[in-house]
């Protein structure tokens, strides 16, 4: 593969208007956005249930954060083989049930009045290990579903509708947190996870299980995924890039509740409405993205794109730091999420899609799984890191320390061949382990 490849014309109309008509692919659409509209709910709900309710500390906040996405550094890697090897709707449908359950047990533990933070470390696990099956199983769907040209188009409208749910659903859930208890909220988030589950249920596809014949060793498998990554000049600054991003930004992350409802006093409203104004960005993000790669260059959007979003998270500090009146504050984090999200959506939306076109069927959930094992394996350490930092130095230190070193990853994709594409590869680079087409 070159450093440049020769522009080609958008799709025709037709190869996306035919994507309304593909019954599967709607019933995927629409229970990702009510699963989405569900996840919301929760989100909000949870740091008020842990800091407002239970009063959990920072240290706790982190641990609480952590427990969510932990099992991308145990699971992450053979998951990827299994789902490989495995039929990827049943996997969807099989953790959405999980994640449903998991969930359901919030309220009723409420109810009974034996809610502990430790629970919901628990809770908080059980859910992120379903995830990493499905969010594994899903971004290796798509291409079984549609053909090569159609799937950046996919992406960007599962990406908008997802964006509308989060739009509304943090709002919602601000508001909702007025007249009920945060417990409740999380019945709105299995209902959420029920309806993908019925709706992926309907879906058709025609993909069949790998033999048993075809199957090697787990082992040698999972390196077949991380090779993959790891020769392919593209995907590995990719991978540089968002891991460092979201080992800084999961630091902000972690920390915004507890410096919402806590320091600034902002309550769940507030933080629900910042939530939300993120959303709004990410809808632009995912609405724009197609349109501003055609006039920039589809490699040239994504080191832009990541640039926006690293500077975008200055303003979360700089919020704290003057903890003016709440409409300034609200103003500010708002803006900062807002900025964060169209330039995370814009870069994910283009960088996913040619991960899904470039990588051979058969390795679509070790190489999807290979690359979240890494982005979203430096998550937990960054959130205990986030709670043990703001315990130690405080919780605006620590902000300033994530945000201004949140803008040295950027250097991976900027100084990189993508700064020049017009047109990202889309070729399927189908190679022996040990002879991995290099990107």
């Known amino acids: 593969m070159t450093d440049s490849v020769p522009e080609v014309p958008p799709p025709p109309t037709a190869a996306f208007t035919s994507l309304s008509r593909n019954g599967s692919f709607l019933r995927l659409w629409s229970g990702q956005t009510l699963s989405v509209l569900g996840t919301q709910l929760g989100q909000v709900a949870i740091p008020v249930l842990a800091v407002l309710l239970l009063g959990a500390s920072t240290v706790e906040v982190g641990t609480l954060t952590a427990s969510s996405t932990i099992a991308f550094l145990i699971l992450g890697l053979p998951a990827g083989a299994w789902v490989d090897r495995w039929r990827k709707r049943r996997v969807m449908i099989l953790a959405d049930l999980l994640r449903a359950a998991a969930m359901l047990s919030i309220p ?79 019945l709105g988030e299995a209902v959420g996870y029920l309806a993908s589950a019925l709706l992926l249920t309907g879906a058709k596809d025609t993909e069949q299980p790998r033999s048993a014949a075809d199957r090697r060793p787990l082992r040698t498998e999972i390196r077949e995924g991380l090779e993959f990554v790891a020769h392919h000049k593209l995907l590995r600054r990719i991978v540089m890039c968002t891991a460092g991003l979201n080992l800084f930004s999961a630091m902000i992350f972690t920390l915004l509740p507890v410096v919402v409802l806590r320091h600034l006093n902002l309550g769940a409203s507030g933080l629900g409405l910042i939530l939300s104004a993120g959303s709004v960005g990410g809808l632009l993000g995912a609405l724009w993205a197609p349109a501003l790669a055609r006039r920039i260059g589809e490699g040239t959007l994504i080191p832009f794109s990541a640039l926006l979003a690293a500077v975008a998270v200055l303003l979360t500090p700089v919020a704290v730091a003057v903890a003016g009146p709440g409409w300034l504050s609200i103003g500010l984090l708002s803006l900062s999420q807002a900025l964060m999200d169209f330039g995370a959506l814009a870069y994910n939306i283009l960088q996913v899609s040619m991960r899904q076109r470039i990588c051979p069927p058969r390795l679509l959930g070790r190489m999807n799984a290979s690359i979240r094992f890494v982005v979203y394996g430096v998550m937990p350490m960054a959130a205990l890191l986030a709670g043990f930092l703001a315990g130690v130095v405080g919780e605006l230190p620590t902000l300033w320390l994530a945000a201004i070193a949140g803008l040295a990853p950027v250097a991976a994709v900027w100084f990189s061949p993508l700064r020049r594409l017009k047109v990202l590869p889309d070729a399927v680079a189908d190679a022996a382990p040990h002879g991995v087409q290099a990107g």
């Open 108 to 186: 009723l533990l409420w109810w009974w009045h034996v809610l502990e933070i430790w629970q919901l470390y628990l809770v908080a696990a059980v859910v992120g290990a379903a995830t990493v099956f499905f969010d594994v199983a899903y971004q290796s769907f798509l291409p079984v579903l549609l053909p090569g040209r159609q799937i950046a188009g996919a992406n960007a409208r599962l990406e908008a509708t997802a964006q509308i749910s989060r739009i509304g659903g943090p709002a919602l859930g601000g508001g909702l947190l007025a007249v009920i208890s945060a417990p409740v909220l999380f």
